[in-house]
């Protein structure tokens, strides 16, 4: 129950909630109390039994009673049976009415702290989703994160729930019965109360068994989820190599081990209802065997009174079972919260320093000193040493994963490095506020990214406030303006999920203009161009140019052409600078640049 508790704080503004609930809770008992305890009179009514006179009454209950009673008798003598069979009955469903209007009252007031918990957990772990940093999701499954984010959320609303009934309810119901049992007969009660730890005791036996199977099923379930997102992102492909039938087949596999494992997990928890049950109706059995004997044996203590008592004994059993089933759940909760918490409580080291520098000019340069980095095990940049000028243009070309993203990625702190350092200005970037830091660049990465938003919102991403007008104008400068244009709502078009519905260009001159809109000190282009035609790539090349004209880019292309006229160029090969200086001068020194230049028939 440790990780469960953990996040018990969540409840806490909702406490006015809980009070209300126990308050309607509390008059529900008492309803349901009342409405069996009427059974008494109406049985005493049917068996003509009705008590002449009653002992003086001594404390309030008694006093209800005895008038209620003299209600009954004035009936019973001035009309017939009937009316007075009527006058009970018609109290029977007042008292009904009232239970459960108070138990629906009571489920009212707690919606707020049932969904409020998940809406607060949900928020949290999104936001916790946005801090942490990419290298904290490159060993993680997508769908593994979703299923934290849905099922074991799901799971947290039903303990909550579980919790208060187990906390308040059930204990008060189980404990008002007793109360009025001890009333009706001391020494039977006494009796049941002995009987009662023997039966709970087994059923907490039964909860904890549950325990293990179920965890491994909701690691399992973000498994499949992952599963399913590939297939559903990975479909154009999957068909174009008729690789369907190898898909389904491996997925199907996942899922009958999913179904497996859930047939374990649900056989175990259906016993639990079954086995109390059972234990129930023994304890029934052995109730109604001792208790008939004190019947036989005891004038004041009628059939009436007996079978009112069963009635009430049996209002013990159904919260005993939920009992049960609470702490079967609330041991799947702890699983779940666990699995929360993992994320929730994930270090991030990537966080603004203490005592940040702010603010950096940036007028001087961007430093990389000895730079050394990798993604996990082995190093990927083996001691870059590099320096991208204020205002100039360096290019990064290399084979691919010779590590040009990876430095990209390492200027915005997406990643820290291992050994060395990046500084600007001679500030060390971790010294820096991530805001601060971020603020200075736009980035135009790989894969355009878009989100489910309309084009504005998309193109205004770093620049919320922007107007019409000047997202209209970095959409001309990115050559994008003519096809936004021709949609059918123009800027206020929605972009579907990742943008399937625009092709691979527009897509990129979209995340292009956004970076225009956003006109920072430092552009970052990786592959800007390279899913444009080779005349939009030029009309976008001559945009980009003149953006970069008075500001300073880090360039990383395949196209050589593109990056010649850099101040500076930089030749990667497998984490090393191989070389580096203008186009002019690494043709005339003949190295793996005048090859790759010769290879691309420059
Ligand atoms: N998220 C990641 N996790 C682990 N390894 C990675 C990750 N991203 C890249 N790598 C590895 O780092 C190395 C350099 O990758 P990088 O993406 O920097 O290459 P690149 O020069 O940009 O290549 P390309 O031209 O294909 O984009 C590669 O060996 C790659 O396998
Ligand atoms: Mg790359």
């Known amino acids: 129950m440790r990780s469960y508790k953990k996040l018990w704080p969540y409840a806490k503004p909702y406490s006015s909630s809980v009070a209300l609930h126990i308050f309607f809770n509390l008059l529900a008992i008492v309803f349901a109390l009342v409405s069996i305890g009427l059974v008494v009179p109406v049985l005493q009514i049917i068996f003509e039994n009705t008590p002449k006179e009653l002992a003086e009454p ?83 499954k997508k769908g593994d994160i979703i299923s934290r984010l849905t099922s074991d959320l799901k799971e947290i609303e039903w303990a909550a729930m579980m919790t208060i009934e187990l906390l308040f309810r059930e204990p008060i119901m189980i404990l008002a019965s007793l109360g009025v049992l001890l009333y009706m007969n001391a020494k039977l009660t006494l009796f049941v109360l002995v009987m009662l730890p023997v039966a709970s005791f087994i059923i907490t036996r039964v909860g904890r068994s549950l325990k293990k199977s179920s965890k491994s099923a909701q690691e399992f379930m973000g498994e499949l989820i992952a599963r399913i997102d590939e297939t559903v992102g990975g479909l154009r492909i999957l068909k174009a190599f008729n690789a369907e039938d190898h898909k389904q087949k491996t997925f199907s596999q996942a899922n009958n081990r999913y179904y497996q494992m859930m047939n374990r997990v649900l056989r175990r928890s259906d016993m639990a209802s079954p086995l109390s049950e059972a234990l129930g109706a023994s304890i029934m059995a052995v109730v109604i065997w001792f208790g008939g004997q004190i019947v036989m044996s005891t004038p004041s203590f009628g059939a009436e009174q007996f079978i009112a008592y069963i009635l009430f004994f049996y209002q013990i059993i159904p919260p005993a079972k939920s009992l049960s089933r609470a702490s079967f759940h609330l041991q799947r909760a702890d699983a779940a919260s666990r699995r929360i918490l993992e994320v929730l409580e994930a270090k991030n080291d990537i966080v603004d320093p203490e005592t940040p520098v702010s603010p950096v000019a940036f007028e001087r340069d ?79 990465g790989q894969e355009a990214i878009l989100f489910n938003d309309t084009v504005h919102a998309n ?132 190295g793996q640049y005048s090859k790759l230049w010769s290879l691309q028939g420059g």
């Open 366 to 444: 961007i430093r990389f000193s000895k730079v050394v980095f990798g993604y996990g095990d082995g190093a990927v940049l083996h001691g870059i040493d590099l320096q991208i000028p204020a205002g100039k243009t360096v290019a990064l070309v290399g084979l691919s994963g010779s590590g040009k993203t990876s430095i990209a990625n390492l200027i915005p702190r997406f990643y820290d490095v291992d050994r060395g350092e990046i500084t600007i200005d001679g500030v060390d970037i971790r010294q820096m506020k991530l805001k601060e830091l971020r603020g200075l660049m736009g980035i135009v």
């Open 459 to 590: 193109i205004a991403l770093g620049k919320p406030n922007a107007s019409r007008g000047e997202v209209e104008e970095a959409a001309r400068v990115a050559h994008a303006y003519d096809f936004i244009a021709e949609l059918p709502e123009g800027f206020d078009a929605n972009i579907g999920d990742l943008g399937m519905k625009l092709s691979g260009g527009q897509r990129q001159r979209l995340s292009i203009a956004r970076a225009i809109l956003k006109n920072p000190p430092l552009l970052i282009l990786d592959e800007a161009t390279s899913a444009l035609d080779t005349e939009s790539e030029r009309l976008v090349q001559d945009a980009l140019n003149a953006l970069m004209k008075d500001r300073t880019a880090l360039v990383i292309a395949h196209r050589l052409s593109t990056v010649r006229f850099a101040d500076l160029i930089v030749v990667l090969d497998q984490g090393r600078i191989l070389e580096q200086g203008t186009h002019e001068s690494l043709i005339s020194a003949g």
């Open 58 to 140: 001594t404390w309030f209950v008694d006093r209800v009673k005895v008038w209620f009673y003299a209600q009954i008798q004035e009936r019973v003598s001035e009309t017939s049976q009937g009316g007075a069979l009527f006058l009970v009955v018609v109290f029977v469903i007042v008292a009904f009415v009232f239970k459960n209007f108070f138990r629906y009252l009571a489920m009212y007031v707690i919606a707020p702290l049932r969904n409020g918990i998940t809406r607060d957990l949900r928020n949290d772990l999104h936001k916790k989703v946005l801090a942490l940093p990419l290298g904290y999701f490159s060993d993680r």
